[in-house]
């Protein structure tokens, strides 16, 4: 069974216990500013485990696109060092709003590993909260699982909290023992163990109690089921392979990259470790810019700008020296499109902005790299063991590599990074650059648009030719109050930059266009202006009159014809008028600009 296949038959699965099929959400959480991305499947459904949603259903069954880097969760360290990390990754779940509670969940979990999947219940582990007799009952009396191997856990492990007080409860883990193969061979190896012997699998967590600022656990009226299985885990079960990337969810990505950079996986395992952080990174590159993320020097760019250059650096390592990465991604495009169809909406975009990045980085990380290791041999030979602050931060702004991108190249050296005075490097740059921007004659244009030029956010102009008709880009920045954000509702007075406009941004005289914005669950924004205030960026200035409009949303954009056509007919004429005042008047007349509108 492939990836695919148990992908759709866990959905119809649970379809068939009445659950409504919901479709996977961003992986820029909605109106959640407390995560970085979408990292488990209930994220979604936060308002309806805590009550203030009602979606009409109160079974759910998802296939949740996450991504764990960054922040509480960060697995990127690990990604391409073991068999079963990744930065992007999807989760099976099924839901409960208020309706069935520990024994349907045990028993429906219980059924479709055993009786669907066929797994051996000999080699399935459970554990348990440390006080949840129910649990135990259930899983001992109902399913037949021997005492023995369901093991009670403490509250680090099998309790878990949505936050220090509110909704919590304790948790369920099936577990899945891969043989003593893959284990560390220790007589004390058990379900506890760190080794991969005994692979979790499926988290099932009984949300029952309400927690106050005491501590207290209040039973909840209605309790709730959140449960979390990993597909690519569950697949290389399924396929009887011991790591997730020799299940067809990567082999297809593995080929690819052998292919391209003539090695071979499992020749060489330092090659090896390079293959797997491209084959994981570059499904996350793929979903992030696919669900708007850009990459950027803060927030969720930063981590995607961080994920694409250490990919970028790894393809370095198997002599790939050129951009690549956006070649892996249209593999992975191909391969997920069945079940993400917007991807192939997108793909022309994410190839653009992957290979964009590539090309930005790979100019500077040769000479970045050759500092790093003079300044590596030069710690060595004197003994030391931490790279200094300041070529920490060189490498940084001047070669643009981020700190766990130099921290990842010199692990293998067994030396640390100073970023003590790499904070104390950066604290001093920002100030210096305030001080040169105020005195640089530039005052007039926002420091906000210089931010944006800098980080890559540019707008190309689609020519006169698209006016009056729909246009097709997406959103890379929104501006409220000139304060970069991530959405803005309606009413909101904004301005609304895209990848490509149609909108003549006001310049030499000739003023703005108007017109309309519109995007998805009924976004409406009225372009009242459009400006240029750099050379490569162009606004468009107005108010969103109903919906929502999030950074990397899709949009269509068309320009007010009418009003156009008048400028352009005027432009026209000041440029006549120019030519006639030369010819009688002499060549030395010079235009230094005219105001050009509908009217005049």
Same mark, same amino acid.
């Given at each position: 069974?492939?990836?695919?296949?148990?992908?759709?038959?866990?959905?119809?699965?649970?379809?068939?216990?009445?659950?409504?099929?919901?479709?996977?959400?961003?992986?820029?959480?909605?109106? #959640?500013?407390?995560?970085?991305?979408?990292?488990?499947? +209930?994220?979604?459904?936060?308002?309806?485990?805590?009550?203030? =949603? @009602?979606?009409?259903?109160?079974?759910?069954?998802?296939?949740?696109?996450?991504? $764990?880097?960054?922040?509480?969760?960060?697995?990127?360290?690990?990604?391409?060092?073991? /068999?079963?990390?990744?930065?992007?990754?999807? +989760?099976?779940?099924?839901?409960?709003?208020? !309706?069935?509670?520990?024994?349907?969940?045990?028993?429906?979990?219980?059924?479709?590993?055993?009786?669907?999947?066929?797994?051996?219940?000999?080699?399935?582990?459970?554990?348990?909260?440390? #006080? *949840?007799?129910?649990?135990?009952?259930?899983?001992?009396?109902?399913?037949?699982?021997?005492?023995?191997?369901?093991?009670?856990?403490?509250?680090?492990?099998?309790?878990?909290?949505?936050?220090?007080?509110?909704?919590?409860?304790?948790?369920?883990?099936?577990?899945? !023992?891969?043989?003593?193969?893959?284990?560390?061979?220790?007589?004390?190896?058990?379900?506890?163990?760190?080794?991969?012997?005994?692979?979790?699998?499926?988290?099932?967590?009984?949300?029952?109690?309400?927690?106050?600022?005491?501590?207290?656990?209040?039973?909840?009226?209605?309790?709730?089921?959140?449960?979390?299985?990993?597909?690519?885990?569950?697949?290389?079960?399924?396929?009887?392979?011991?790591?997730?990337? *020799?299940?067809?969810?990567?082999?297809?990505?593995?080929?690819?990259?052998?292919?391209?950079?003539?090695?071979?996986?499992? &020749?060489?395992?330092?090659?090896?470790?390079?293959?797997?952080?491209? /084959?994981?990174?570059?499904?996350?590159?793929?979903?992030?810019?696919?669900?708007?993320?850009?990459?950027?020097?803060?927030?969720?760019?930063?981590?995607?700008?961080?994920?694409?250059?250490?990919?970028?650096?790894?393809?370095?390592?198997?002599?790939?020296?050129?951009?690549?990465?956006?070649?892996?991604?249209?593999?992975?495009?191909?391969?997920?499109?069945?079940?993400?169809? @917007?991807?192939?909406?997108?793909?022309?975009?994410?190839?653009?902005?992957?290979?964009? =990045?590539?090309?930005?980085?790979?100019?500077?990380?040769?000479?970045?790299?050759?500092?790093?290791?003079?300044?590596? /041999?030069?710690?060595?030979?004197?003994?030391?063991?931490?790279?200094?602050? !300041?070529?920490?931060?060189?490498?940084? *702004?001047?070669?643009?590599?981020? %700190?766990?991108? %130099?921290? *990842?190249?010199?692990?293998? #050296?067994?030396?640390?990074?100073?970023?003590?005075?790499?904070?104390?490097? +950066?604290?001093?740059?920002?100030?210096?650059?305030?001080?040169?921007?105020?005195?640089?004659?530039? =005052?007039?244009?926002?420091?906000?648009?210089?931010?944006?030029?800098?980080?890559?956010?540019?707008?190309?102009?689609?020519?006169?030719?698209?006016?009056?008709?729909?246009?097709?880009? &997406?959103?890379?920045?929104?501006?409220?109050?000139?304060?970069?954000? =991530?959405?803005?509702?309606?009413?909101?007075?904004?301005?609304?930059?895209?990848?490509?406009?149609?909108?003549?941004?006001?310049?030499?005289? &000739?003023?703005?266009?108007?017109?309309?914005?519109?995007? #998805?669950?009924?976004?409406?924004?009225?372009?009242?202006?459009? $400006?240029?205030?750099?050379?490569?960026?162009?606004?468009?200035?107005?108010?969103?009159?109903?919906?929502?409009?999030?950074?990397?949303?899709?949009?269509?954009?068309?320009?007010?014809?009418?009003?156009?056509?008048?400028?352009? /007919?005027?432009?026209?004429?000041?440029?006549?008028?120019?030519?006639?005042?030369?010819?009688?008047?002499?060549?030395?007349?010079?235009?230094?600009?005219?105001?050009?509108?509908?009217?005049?």
């Amino acid at each position: 069974m492939t990836g695919s296949e148990i992908r759709e038959n866990f959905l119809r699965f649970f379809e068939g216990k009445g659950h409504v099929r919901v479709a996977s959400s961003s992986l820029v959480p909605k109106d #959640d500013p407390t995560l970085l991305f979408t990292n488990a499947g +209930m994220v979604q459904f936060k308002n309806s485990f805590l009550g203030l =949603e @009602d979606r009409g259903y109160h079974r759910a069954v998802t296939s949740q696109k996450c991504v $764990r880097a960054g922040g509480k969760h960060n697995d990127l360290e690990n990604v391409g060092v073991t /068999a079963r990390h990744h930065t992007f990754f999807e +989760m099976l779940g099924n839901f409960s709003f208020g !309706d069935y509670f520990k024994k349907e969940t045990i028993a429906w979990a219980w059924e479709y590993l055993t009786g669907v999947m066929g797994l051996p219940k000999e080699k399935l582990w459970i554990t348990i909260y440390q #006080d *949840d007799d129910e649990a135990f009952r259930i899983w001992h009396d109902g399913m037949g699982i021997p005492a023995e191997r369901i093991v009670r856990m403490g509250e680090k492990n099998n309790f878990w909290m949505m936050g220090e007080t509110g909704p919590c409860g304790p948790c369920s883990e099936i577990l899945y !023992d891969q043989g003593e193969g893959t284990g560390c061979g220790k007589p004390s190896c058990n379900v506890e163990c760190e080794c991969d012997r005994h692979l979790e699998i499926w988290n099932l967590v009984f949300t029952q109690f309400d927690r106050d600022a005491s501590g207290k656990l209040t039973p909840l009226p209605k309790p709730n089921i959140d449960t979390g299985m990993g597909l690519e885990r569950l697949t290389a079960v399924i396929q009887g392979v011991t790591s997730n990337y *020799d299940s067809d969810l990567f082999t297809g990505i593995i080929r690819f990259i052998e292919k391209i950079s003539g090695r071979t996986y499992k &020749q060489d395992e330092e090659d090896d470790i390079s293959i797997r952080v491209i /084959a994981d990174h570059s499904r996350a590159v793929t979903f992030l810019i696919g669900d708007g993320v850009l990459p950027g020097n803060e927030g969720r760019g930063y981590v995607l700008r961080r994920i694409l250059r250490r990919a970028a650096r790894h393809g370095k390592l198997l002599g790939l020296n050129r951009p690549f990465l956006h070649e892996v991604a249209a593999v992975v495009i191909d391969q997920m499109k069945g079940a993400y169809p @917007d991807l192939i909406e997108r793909a022309s975009f994410i190839r653009k902005v992957v290979e964009s =990045e590539e090309e930005r980085f790979i100019e500077t990380l040769d000479a970045g790299l050759r500092i790093l290791q003079e300044e590596v /041999a030069v710690l060595k030979e004197a003994g030391g063991h931490v790279i200094p602050g !300041d070529i920490v931060f060189k490498l940084y *702004d001047t070669f643009g590599f981020p %700190t766990d991108l %130099t921290a *990842d190249i010199v692990r293998k #050296d067994s030396l640390s990074l100073d970023m003590d005075g790499f904070e104390k490097a +950066m604290s001093a740059q920002r100030e210096k650059a305030r001080e040169s921007w105020k005195g640089s004659g530039q =005052e007039a244009v926002s420091e906000v648009y210089h931010r944006l030029s800098v980080e890559g956010i540019v707008t190309e102009f689609a020519g006169y030719d698209a006016a009056g008709k729909t246009f097709k880009s &997406q959103v890379t920045a929104l501006l409220k109050k000139g304060q970069a954000v =991530e959405e803005i509702g309606a009413g909101d007075e904004a301005e609304v930059i895209v990848a490509k406009t149609p909108f003549y941004g006001e310049t030499g005289g &000739q003023v703005g266009d108007t017109g309309v914005i519109a995007g #998805d669950e009924g976004a409406l924004f009225e372009v009242a202006d459009t $400006r240029r205030p750099l050379e490569n960026v162009i606004t468009h200035i107005g108010k969103l009159k109903s919906g929502r409009l999030r950074k990397g949303d899709l949009v269509s954009l068309k320009v007010d014809d009418e009003p156009r056509r008048a400028t352009e /007919a005027n432009h026209s004429a000041t440029h006549i008028l120019q030519a006639a005042l030369k010819t009688v008047l002499g060549e030395h007349i010079k235009q230094s600009g005219s105001l050009v509108n509908a009217e005049r």
